[in-house]
Each structure stands twice: as C-alpha cells, then as structure tokens.
C-alpha cells in the first residue's frame, strides 16, 4: 500500500472535475484498511467510494482513502428469499446486474445509478419507487479513528429521504466496508411499476412486467434522460425534490395550476424539483463550458473543464430563483465538497 502525493482525482469523480489529493491510497480489504488508519491515525482523512455524488470545489488537503474492498456473495437463503453480502468497492450497477441474473428481485428499479455500493446506505439511493432502504438488512463499517469495527442495522441507520446516520449525527465517523441486502428469490418478487413511465415504457417494448423488464425500462427511460458522465461530467440528480405542507402546496396550485406533486402523508406533499428549475427557466442552458441538462433539468453538467466552484455557484443562482418565484427551498443531493 503505497502513499500517493499530489494525487490528480479528475477521473475518480463522476463530474470530472479537476482537483488534487494532498496523499492518496487505495485500499482492497479490511485489514489494509485498518493498518493505513492505524498509521495515520493524526491525519486528517477523506474517504473516496465511487466519487459520483461530490462536487469537488478545490483540492483535498487530507490522506484521501480510496474503498475498494470487492466481493458479492449469498451468506443465507431460505425458500424466499436470499442475504448477499457486498464489497462496497462494488460498482451499483453491476451489483444490480448481478443480482437479477441469479433471479434475485428487489434491486431493478434501481438500475443504473451511479456510484459504489459502500455509498449507497449513505445516500439511501432510491429511484422509481423503491429506496435502498427497502432491501438493507444491516452494513459492517470500520471506525476512522479508533479502527472498531461495527455493524449497523437497518433502524441504526437512520434511514429517510436521501439521508442516513451516515450523513448526519456519524458523518466521518465511519467508513462502510460491507453492507447486506434481502433479496427475494423467483416466484416471491414484488414488482414496483407504479411510476408511469415504468408501465409506458414496458408498453412501448410489448413486454410484462419482471424483474429483468423493469430494469431494461428503468435502463432506457435513465439513458433517455440522465447524460452518461464518461461522455459528459455530472453526478446524476443534483438536488433533493422538496417536500412542502399540504397548505403551501394548495396555494402554489392557485398560482400554477399545473404544479406536480407526490403525497408523503395527510400533511406533506413532495414537489418534483426538476419541474421547478424546468419552469424557472433553467433546463438546456449553458454557461461556458457548464450549466443544465437539456434533457433533465435536475442535472448540472461540466462539459469540460469546468471548476466545482462555477457548478457551485450555478447551484446557488438556481436555488436562489426557486425560491423567489415558489417560495420553496431546495437542497442538494450532492456533497458539495
């Protein structure tokens, strides 16, 4: 395990942003791990998964670790369903891609998201419907300065809307290396084809609903939508969809009658932010070598030399007119770093 100085992090985030690390390694298994946190236990450290939900706005002035424990395999199974236990060096992705060609259901509507699977409880990742929540059995994490190590179950976790213990209360404190999923075996799925564009999608292939088919619709409808960022820098959704009182959300409905929204409860309805930056204005505008998507409007995009701190300051100019035209506050998905 060899100390990098210097280290360029360009292609180790999804962005694509031009940045350095002050010392870098990589790290393949736990005991590696726990001796470079044993041998810099007075450095100041910053963990590094897949690097798709960051925005880097300068260099890291810290020991960068680099998680890439691999390794998926089933640790129980039972007539319905089966625990795997996954490296989080482990792309999402392939995990997913793996998991339904075994025939294990619960992971297709989150197809295609970017990212390593040690991020994935952090971020409590969820598309179409389904949340990482909703298969998460319990993770074993390392912590950074004592080197315990530790398992979290699901209720631990802390688990809500893009938000986990892991991102609050414990952010920093503990570094994931394994993390177990429930998935449910053949003839016990539960499809979730609830989101419009699942069934309009599944129509247009002539095909019913499986979990191999939910993740071919989930596929195409993201590639449709969301730039691929080997050709394009960007970190996916870069903000949260808001969640608003019932109240606020009658009176917007006076003022714009065609304002989408989910419900969350009697009380609270979330509003698509992507709908409200569309509306704002913002969708397919450039600025230099930056700006937003033309086919998602909940994307920022570097399309090439960008710094973090222009996206940034995008971000801010987007959030700022959000509010002034619908009075509500919207924040990022992303780790602005």
Same mark, same amino acid.
């Given at each position: 395990m060899q100390i990098l100085h210097d280290y360029p992090l360009k292609s180790l985030n999804t962005f694509g942003i +031009? $940045? &350095?690390a002050? +010392? &870098?390694?990589?790290?393949g298994d736990v005991s590696?791990? /726990?001796? =470079?946190? +044993? @041998?810099?236990?007075?450095? #100041?450290? @910053? %963990?590094?998964? !897949?690097g798709s939900n960051m925005l880097l706005t300068k260099n890291i002035d810290a020991l960068v670790i680099n998680i890439n424990l691999k390794g998926i395999e089933v640790v129980d199974e039972t007539t319905e369903s089966v625990i795997i236990k996954c490296g989080a060096g482990e792309t999402w992705h392939q995990l997913v891609m793996h998991c339904i060609n075994l025939g294990f259901g619960g992971l297709e509507n989150l197809s295609l998201i970017p990212g390593n699977v040690g991020t994935a409880p952090i971020q409590n990742i969820?598309?179409?419907?389904?949340?990482? #929540?909703?298969? @998460?059995? #319990?993770?074993?994490? %390392?912590h950074t300065k004592t080197g315990e190590l530790r398992e979290f179950t699901k209720g631990e976790c802390k688990f809500g809307y893009r938000e986990s213990v892991f991102k609050n209360e414990l952010k920093g404190e503990y570094i994931i290396t394994h993390v177990f999923l429930k998935l449910s075996k053949?003839?016990?799925?539960?499809?979730?084809?609830? &989101?419009?564009? %699942?069934?309009s999608k599944l129509e247009e292939f002539g095909k019913s609903p499986s979990i191999e088919t939910i993740?071919? $619709?989930v596929i195409a409808i993201r590639k449709e939508k969301l730039p691929d960022p080997k050709e394009i820098g960007n970190s996916g959704s870069f903000f949260k969809n808001p969640v608003v009182s019932s109240e606020q959300y009658k009176k917007l409905l006076e003022k714009f009658p065609e304002i989408p929204s989910y419900p969350i409860?009697? *009380? +609270?309805? /979330?509003v698509p932010a992507g709908w409200l930056i569309e509306k704002a204005g913002f969708k397919g505008k450039t600025f230099g070598n930056y700006g937003v998507h033309k086919n998602q409007a909940l994307v920022l995009v570097? &399309?090439? !030399? $960008? *710094?973090? /701190?222009? =996206? @940034?300051?995008? $971000? #801010? =100019? =987007?959030?700022?007119t959000i509010m002034r035209i619908f009075g509500i506050s919207i924040t990022p998905e992303v780790n602005v770093i």
């Open positions: +031009e $940045a &350095y002050k +010392e &870098y390694v990589q790290v590696e791990l /726990k001796q =470079i946190l +044993e @041998f810099n236990r007075n450095k #100041k450290k @910053f %963990i590094l998964g !897949g969820g598309a179409y419907g389904v949340e990482l #929540k909703d298969v @998460f059995e #319990k993770c074993q994490t %390392i053949h003839g016990f799925h539960r499809l979730h084809t609830e &989101y419009g564009a %699942i069934r993740s071919e $619709a409860s009697d *009380s +609270e309805v /979330k570097n &399309y090439g !030399g $960008a *710094s973090g /701190k222009e =996206i @940034f300051r995008l $971000a #801010k =100019i =987007i959030q700022a």
